[in-house]
């Protein structure tokens, strides 16, 4: 029997520890009499699927940077009242069909999508292929886990796009027809249902949480049937609508069976200390029983950038630095209010959250800036035998953990609530527990009482309440990681969140420079000066994981609300300078930041917009230029884009 498919260059290289080093030669030829001989070749080609997930213009980089779109947690400033002239400004929501990231994302996406697809017909028709055949049977079940989340990627952000599961080379028109975005993740949902009784729990898996395991399948059907339940923007006008179709309940019950599936496993937990799991990535430590359900499993010096555009900047001459962590980019950046949401006995708050950053001379310096440092993972909390070198910036190797046990506990819980108009009963009592576990983590043992049970128990009186107790939940235990955008637009909050941040930058900048607006009396307090001081490391991984001497670290006498100076020894660092004095009004970073949807100053909108009836964020992106002009017409482009 002979098939033809697309056998891809690559070279396998060997595992060290427990993390898979791959290397893969971008190029590929085409060959039309060739069928597996193998379980080898198998592995081969399966190892290329899997290679299309390592580029930095999709989830090395660009996922987490260029398409993680400002809101209340992710935030990037932007000070151009006009559209950056490459179109790539879709952190602002006015981004173009022209910009070169787009089209190469797409690519990338569309190019481990063909490689899945060639992988799973080639395997299905070659003569080593048998049902009976377990290992098989999993290698099939990872091609489609993967092809789904390249799919469900590209539906998020920009809805109905083309679909198929046959290589190219199996079909009629080189221009593969656009589908609706609920057949997509409808058919993508029954596919991994029938794939996940062939497929293995992490801790049975060789290289387990770097490989699509049975947990991770459950999960992404969860993700899935949670995105195809949710509100979405669809074209009507421009920018289009939001809404969500009449059978969302249905997909909020599959949603809550799965995540149930994953839970009622207990093939994985939350025992780490919420750093830790991050810290491990950072140290290339892969549990496969914890947190982590699917680490993207990056190359040291060869691939992805987590750890060098996240964790506060570090500074170099030339490139080089003084000591063995390289330098820091520190680009991926949080809002300047978020650690402000967060409980003040929340521990995930001062470990998400970065204040200072390091210059040339290692001389840590307080942030003073339109946002904060996403200090999740930085190169410095590598141990000095995992650090990189001086000259290393990029290519850091670390794992992008790109879905967590928590995330599954808390869909769980949302999914419960909704389908169930509360959480009573037996399977609100398991939901109940499931959104504790993720905040007993989130809390010393001796605030449980008060953060844990007494909290929960308050917000589980009404489904409303324990919804919003999820959506704050979420912000604060998946802050970084570019889910706060997606999450806002399936529970269609995205709009009053963008329009209420742009307000608490525009007002806070405003009463910076003495004007007083409406609901200026919440920040009064805020600490426009922050007092602190620099001290020797404490040399203890749980205050800071660099234990390096070298490495002093900043000590803010109270960071949270305003004081009085403290005394001799302390300086003081002045925030929210947002205000040009000159103009009379905020500085541009204030106005467009959120450009596409509220700005303010010439021709702004903020005033005119009406707080109780916005409009819909166009967070949709634009299907590529190129795509456009290859497809002969076929694809067009809506949501006001030309």
């Known amino acids: 029997m002979r098939k033809y498919i697309i056998i891809l260059s690559l070279a396998l290289l060997a595992f060290t520890s427990c993390k898979d080093y791959l290397e893969v030669n971008s190029d590929s030829k085409y060959e039309d009499n060739y069928v597996f001989g193998n379980k080898e070749e198998i592995n081969r080609v399966l190892t290329a699927v899997y290679a299309s997930l390592m580029s930095n213009d999709t989830y090395g980089n660009a996922y987490f940077s260029t398409f993680a779109l400002n809101n209340d947690v992710e935030?990037?400033?932007?000070?151009?009242?006009?559209?950056?002239?490459?179109?790539?400004?879709?952190?602002?929501?006015?981004g173009t069909q022209d910009a070169p990231s787009i089209q190469r994302f797409w690519n990338k996406q569309y190019e481990g999508i063909e490689r899945a697809n060639i992988f799973i017909e080639g395997v299905k028709s070659s003569s080593v292929y048998s049902e009976s055949d377990l290992d098989i049977k999993q290698q099939i079940g990872e091609a489609k886990v993967l092809r789904a989340m390249f799919y469900h990627d590209l539906v998020v952000m920009f809805g109905d796009v083309p679909f198929t599961t046959e290589p190219?080379?199996?079909?009629n028109s080189l221009v593969t027809p656009i589908e609706d975005r609920n057949k997509i993740l409808s058919f993508l949902i029954d596919d991994l249902k029938s794939a996940a009784s062939g497929m293995k729990y992490a801790v049975n898996l060789n290289f387990g949480v770097e490989r699509a395991s049975k947990e991770f399948c459950y999960g992404m059907i969860a993700r899935m049937a949670l995105t195809r339940g949710g509100y979405a923007l669809y074209p009507d006008g421009s920018p289009g609508v939001m809404k969500r179709?009449?059978?969302?309940?249905?997909?909020?019950?599959?949603?809550?069976q799965?995540?149930?599936?994953?839970?009622?496993?207990?093939?994985?937990?939350?025992?780490?200390?919420?750093?830790?799991?991050?810290?491990d990535?950072?140290?290339?430590?892969?549990?496969?029983?914890?947190?982590?359900?699917?680490?993207?499993?990056?190359?040291?010096?060869?691939?992805?950038?987590v750890g060098n555009i996240t964790g506060g900047a570090v500074g170099s001459v030339e490139g080089v630095t003084n000591h063995p962590w390289g330098s820091v980019n520190g680009g991926m950046r949080l809002n300047a209010f978020y650690h402000?949401?967060?409980?003040?006995?929340?521990?995930?708050?001062?470990?998400?959250?970065?204040?200072?950053?390091?210059?040339?001379?290692?001389?840590?310096?307080?942030?003073?800036?339109?946002?904060?440092?996403?200090?999740?993972?930085?190169?410095?909390?590598?141990?000095?035998?995992?650090?990189?070198?001086?000259?290393?910036?990029?290519?850091?190797?670390?794992?992008?953990?790109y879905m967590r046990y928590a995330d599954i506990l808390l869909m769980y819980a949302e999914a419960v609530n909704e389908v169930e108009n509360g959480v009573t009963g037996a399977n609100g009592l398991k939901a109940i527990n499931a959104f504790k576990e993720v905040r007993k983590r989130a809390f010393l043992t001796s605030d449980h009482s008060e953060k844990v049970e007494n909290y929960t128990s308050a917000a589980a009186v009404s489904k409303d309440d324990f919804f919003m107790a999820i959506v704050n939940e979420r912000k604060w235990e998946l802050g970084g990681e570019n889910v706060r955008w997606k999450d806002l637009v399936r529970w269609n909050l995205y709009s009053k969140v963008v329009y209420d941040s742009f307000k608490e930058y525009y007002i806070v900048a405003s009463l910076s420079g003495g004007d007083y607006l409406n609901?200026?009396?919440?920040?009064?307090?805020?600490?426009?000066?922050?007092?602190?001081?620099?001290?020797?490391?404490?040399?203890?991984?749980?205050?800071?994981?660099?234990?390096?001497?070298?490495?002093?670290?900043?000590?803010?006498?109270?960071?949270?609300?305003?004081?009085?100076?403290?005394?001799?020894?302390?300086?003081?660092?002045?925030?929210?300078?947002?205000?040009d004095d000159a103009n009379s009004i905020p500085r541009p970073q204030i106005l467009y930041s959120f450009r596409g949807f509220v700005n303010a100053g010439p021709g702004g909108n903020w005033e005119a917009l009406n707080p109780n009836n916005l409009p819909p964020v166009r967070y949709i992106f634009p299907f590529p230029n190129q795509t456009i002009q290859m497809s002969n017409g076929v694809y067009k482009n809506s949501y006001g884009y030309n």
């Not at 935030?75 to 006015?94: C, H, K």
């Not at 994953?262 to 810290?279: A, D, E, P, T, W």
């Not at 990535?281 to 950038?305: K, W, Y």
């Open 75 to 94: 935030f990037t400033a932007n000070g151009s009242q006009l559209r950056n002239v490459n179109g790539e400004d879709f952190r602002a929501f006015d």
């Open 168 to 171: 190219a080379v199996k079909r």
């Open 245 to 256: 179709m009449p059978d969302y309940k249905d997909y909020y019950r599959i949603a809550m």
């Open 258 to 279: 799965y995540a149930d599936s994953v839970i009622s496993s207990g093939s994985h937990s939350l025992n780490k200390s919420y750093r830790r799991v991050f810290i």
């Open 281 to 305: 990535q950072v140290n290339n430590i892969v549990t496969n029983n914890d947190d982590p359900i699917f680490e993207i499993p990056f190359l040291r010096r060869s691939s992805g950038n």
């Open 340 to 401: 402000y949401s967060f409980d003040r006995k929340d521990i995930r708050k001062d470990y998400t959250v970065g204040m200072w950053s390091y210059d040339v001379n290692i001389v840590p310096q307080v942030l003073v800036d339109y946002s904060m440092y996403n200090n999740k993972w930085s190169k410095l909390w590598a141990d000095p035998s995992k650090a990189l070198g001086s000259q290393t910036s990029g290519n850091t190797g670390v794992n992008f953990p």
């Open 519 to 579: 609901g200026f009396e919440k920040y009064e307090k805020l600490p426009f000066n922050k007092f602190f001081r620099r001290i020797n490391n404490p040399n203890n991984i749980d205050i800071y994981p660099n234990t390096d001497s070298r490495f002093r670290i900043i000590d803010f006498h109270n960071p949270w609300e305003a004081t009085l100076h403290p005394g001799p020894g302390w300086e003081m660092a002045t925030f929210y300078s947002w205000y």
